[in-house]
């Protein structure tokens, strides 16, 4: 599900970046859509897989419709999951009162663009990749960022490099 890319912001770079992506995948059997509402239900008997990477308050809500809307057999749950450790224990509850395993990991360790500097610099005596964090946050965000990563800064914010280092280094 796509909204801004499909959606208000088809024209955008990023749009019709996003458009390339589409063209090259539908082909394959992948499909894209703006909603769960546009989402066809597996076939009998078919597995269906969702990746969830999205607002961390609205992923008790998406998991619930990914299941019950879109009829997925199957959750990628990127990290944190939820706001909450209880959030996080009910959406659990809650797919295995479904049948749905969920699996919670972190999407950038799989990213190409990782892969291939990770390779490169396996490859290159002397390379070496340095991994940067960059939330730039404007002064007035600040009390919005603050709230959203009351465990910790450097823990939430740059959790994704630290799984990187932890994996390939």
């Known amino acids: 599900m796509e909204p801004w890319f499909l959606g208000g912001g088809?024209?955008?770079?990023g749009g019709k970046a996003f458009a390339e992506l589409v063209a090259e995948w539908e082909?394959?059997?992948v499909s894209f859509h703006a909603s769960l509402a546009t989402v066809p239900a597996p076939a009998q008997g078919a597995q269906?897989?969702?990746l969830i990477s999205g607002r961390t308050a609205d992923n008790p809500r998406l998991l619930k419709e990914v299941i019950d809307q879109a009829g997925c057999t199957c959750v990628y749950l990127e990290k944190p999951g939820a706001p909450s450790v209880p959030e996080l224990e009910e959406m659990a509850a809650y797919a295995k009162s479904k049948a749905v395993p969920v699996y919670m990991g972190y999407n950038k360790n799989v990213t190409p663009y990782v892969l291939k500097?990770?390779?490169f610099e396996r490859k290159t005596e002397g390379a070496s990749t340095t991994f940067v964090h960059n939330n730039a946050y404007k002064e007035e965000?600040?009390?919005?960022c603050f709230e959203r990563n009351a465990e910790g800064m450097l823990k939430n914010m740059a959790i994704h490099e630290l799984a990187l280092l932890a994996t390939y280094y």
């Open 10 to 13: 088809k024209d955008s770079d």
């Open 117 to 119: 500097a990770v390779e």
């Open 48 to 50: 269906k897989v969702a």
């Open 141 to 144: 965000e600040l009390g919005e």
């Open 27 to 29: 082909p394959k059997g």
